[in-house]
Every structure is written in structure tokens, then in C-alpha cells.
Nanobody
Framework: AQLVESGGGSVHTGDSLRLSCAASEGSSSATVMGWFRQPPGKEREFVAAIRRGGFTYYGDSVKGRFTISRDNAKNTAYLQMNSLKPEDTAVYYC??????????????????WGQGTQVVVSS
């Protein structure tokens, strides 16, 4: 697998989790690494993305609570999730690709995808 996520789990409202995404082979050279999530019964939605140079983008529902970061030397991206809410419950997917600025929020533009990691937030 070219992208491997880890760090999901079950937590309570207000807790924190950190997701990791390790890239290998072709995905490790991608200019953009991102996170998407798919809540139960809903479509996949954009969470956050980071360019190789460090510029970041966030979905409106996670701004101020989630932080994306990237260690280029380790080919790994992270998603620090704080103040978790039940509505954050979803399968979280890591994605990577050479994505232009205007397309970072569109899942269709990412070439590489991880297998997903489950996050459950209970009240």
C-alpha cells in the first residue's frame, strides 16, 4: 500500500486523537497530502490538506480544532484532532497527489488513497 493510516479509535466528546499517514513509493513525492472523511451514510468530505511547502487548507467544520502537519523527511502527514465532537465520527482517509491550489478540496483530484481508519466520538 502506498498510503497507510493509523491512529483511529473510539473516544468521547472533547477528547483528542492524532492520525498518521505514511506514504511510500509514488505517493511519497506527492505535492499535496490531505485528509477526507466519510461519516456513516454520508458522502466523503474534505477535512484538511497540506502542501509540501507547508501551506494548509481546512474544511469549515474542523477549522480551529484540527491541525494538519507534514514531515517530509519521514514522508508522513498527521492530523491532530482536538475538541472532538460526535459529528466527527467517520472513516478518515489519507490522500495524496499533485493537486493544484483550486482543487485541494476535491477528492477526485487525488491519485493515492489509504485504506481508511475509523474514528468514533461518543457523547
Amino acid at each position: 500500500a502506498q498510503l497507510v493510516e493509523s491512529g483511529g479509535g473510539s473516544v468521547h466528546t472533547g477528547d483528542s486523537l492524532r492520525l498518521s499517514c505514511a506514504a511510500s513509493e509514488g505517493s511519497s513525492s506527492a505535492t499535496v497530502m490531505g485528509w477526507f472523511r466519510q461519516p456513516p451514510g454520508k458522502e466523503r468530505e474534505f477535512v484538511a490538506a497540506i502542501r509540501r511547502g507547508g501551506f494548509t487548507y481546512y474544511g469549515d467544520s474542523v477549522k480551529g480544532r484540527f491541525t494538519i502537519s507534514r514531515d517530509n523527511a519521514k514522508n508522513t502527514a498527521y492530523l491532530q484532532m482536538n475538541s472532538l465532537k460526535p459529528e466527527d465520527t467517520a472513516v478518515y482517509y489519507c490522500a495524496a497527489g499533485n493537486v493544484i491550489l483550486s482543487e485541494v478540496r476535491r477528492s477526485q483530484t487525488y491519485r493515492y488513497w489509504g485504506q481508511g481508519t475509523q474514528v468514533v466520538v461518543s457523547s
